[in-house]
């Protein structure tokens, strides 16, 4: 069966700072591979996907995620953090059950001044 | 084009009692899935209906119920409620049925609190 990780249930970073936030998943198989973003009150919003191909993938809004298969990971990354990312990520794998996906608990970014 | 939307936004109800939410997804979409999301659980699956016919199921009760209507529309009923039943329930849209993997576009939600 799937599932997915997220070790960091709140990270707080410095706007303009760096940011990095982790995912491993469990998935026997090539897995399909998802973050999205959520504001309070808010739906999910996609930030970016990996389905194949190449393991660096470009979303929205500047983030950006590495897959490694090795370590069974899709990190995602920002170089410069901004207020307004402030917000839960959660990052999700699909495969097993077709459009079912199964996500992780989520990471709640703080960005402070 | 319109995104998901999702009424009511916010529900109140008492325990026992039966609710049902909507689901109208982005024009063109047939598929429709619906999550639950809780604090404690986090987002959980609980079905998703393509042409009119439930394909995936999560693991709840049979409480949880839904339909997907001919214009792609989708219906999630809840029975009996309960306390856990609290939540925010998102639906989500996407294009295609089995063959290829789409993204999901996902509703503002439905809060429903039980009390």
């Known amino acids: 069966a799937q599932s997915v990780t997220q070790p960091d249930i709140h990270i707080t970073v410095s706007e303009g700072a760096s940011l990095e936030l982790r995912c491993n998943y469990s998935y026997g198989a090539t897995p399909y591979l998802f973050w999205y973003v959520q504001s309070p009150g808010q739906g999910l919003q996609l930030l970016l996907k990996?389905?194949?191909?190449?393991?660096l993938v470009q979303g929205i809004k500047g983030f950006e995620a590495e897959f490694k298969r090795s370590q069974s990971s899709f990190n995602l990354r920002k170089p410069s953090v901004h207020w307004s990312d402030a917000a839960e990520y959660f990052c999700a794998v699909g495969g097993d059950s077709g459009y079912a996906l199964n996500f992780g608990k989520g990471t709640s970014l703080l960005v402070t001044p | 084009k319109a995104g998901v939307t999702q009424t009511p936004r916010y529900l109140i109800k008492t325990r026992g009692q039966q609710v049902t939410l909507s689901c109208s997804p982005i024009?063109?979409?047939?598929?429709v899935s619906w999550y639950q999301q809780t604090p404690g659980q986090g987002l959980q699956f609980l079905f998703e209906?393509?042409?009119?016919?439930?394909?995936n199921k999560g693991n709840f009760p049979g409480r949880f119920s839904g339909r997907q209507f001919s214009n792609s529309r989708s219906e999630m009923n809840v029975s009996t409620l309960e306390l856990g039943d609290s939540a925010l329930y998102l639906c989500?849209?996407?294009?295609f049925g089995s063959g290829s993997y789409n993204e999901q576009f996902f509703g503002p939600g439905t809060r429903l609190t039980v009390l």
């Open positions: 990996y389905f194949s191909g190449d393991t």
């Open positions: 024009s063109g979409h047939r598929s």
């Open positions: 989500a849209s996407s294009l």
């Open positions: 209906y393509f042409s009119e016919t439930q394909r």
